[in-house]
């Protein structure tokens, strides 16, 4: 007996826009590469998408205006197509949490910075029943880099997480109520994202881990975990 077909999540693209700093951009690797293992596609236009997905930024007050702004205008869109799934992640998504699905109705998808590796799981919920969903716990660990799978080809550069949150709580700063409490990734996690990423393309190591040292040393909070994959790394890419 032939297996039932399900439906084709090749048909289904997404597109992506990040706002902020390294470590969003990250995290939108991150789930932009869970999204193609599970056999999305990526696209370009956010007219030809059919999940559109903003990753935002709450420290700087333009980087939170934009997306805002972004975010308000895909009202259009979703009355266009009202199959069309949208969703916020990031640390707007996070400071703002619930909110931001009572202020625009039109969204679907509320996911935190240490949530974004339910972001598959996510999309088939609400596919399947078309509810509101969020994913907001900051005491999650610091999820894996999934399996690359073609997306770092021609890339020149990628980042690589070391740690998450802050435990400092400056004043001025959100960080921590938005990332968590400071978190560090096991060396063998770290690394293993490196080779992963070095075997894809690999990038001039060098000249890019002479900088990383220098950097790391000069760190407050360099510790023996960081210049370890830092040595470690010397080791992979200038063989």
């Known amino acids: 007996m032939a297996r039932p077909r ?44 059919q999940i559109i997905l903003i990753n935002t930024c709450a420290v700087r007050q333009k980087a939170e205006d934009k997306a805002l702004t972004l975010i308000g205008r895909l009202a259009l869109l979703k009355r266009k197509n009202p199959d069309l799934i949208t969703g916020v992640l990031g640390c707007v998504a996070q400071n703002q949490g619930v909110d931001l699905l009572a202020h625009f109705p039109h969204l679907d998808l509320v996911i935190g910075p240490r949530n974004v590796h339910h972001i598959d799981e996510l999309i088939s919920k609400i596919r399947k029943k078309r509810n509101k969903v969020f994913s907001l716990d900051l005491t999650e660990r610091i999820s894996l880099f999934p399996k690359y799978n073609g997306y770092l080809k021609e890339r020149v550069t990628c980042f690589l997480k070391i ?10 700063c959100v960080v921590p109520y938005v990332r968590g409490r400071e978190r560090s990734r096991p060396f063998k996690d770290i690394f293993d994202e ?36 830092i040595d470690q790394a010397e080791e992979l890419f200038c063989q």
């Open 6 to 49: 399900r439906r084709d999540k090749v048909s289904l693209s997404f597109y992506l826009k990040t706002f902020g700093c390294q470590m969003n951009k990250h995290d939108s690797d991150s789930v932009s590469q869970i999204l193609l293992n599970q056999g999305y596609r990526q696209s370009q236009a956010i007219e030809d998408a």
């Open 163 to 172: 740690m998450e949150g802050c435990d400092n709580y400056c004043s001025y």
């Open 194 to 229: 490196l080779k992963g990423a070095a075997s894809k393309q690999p990038p001039d190591g060098g000249l890019l881990l002479g900088i990383a040292r220098d950097i790391a040393i000069k760190a407050q909070k360099a510790d023996s975990t960081v210049l370890l994959v």
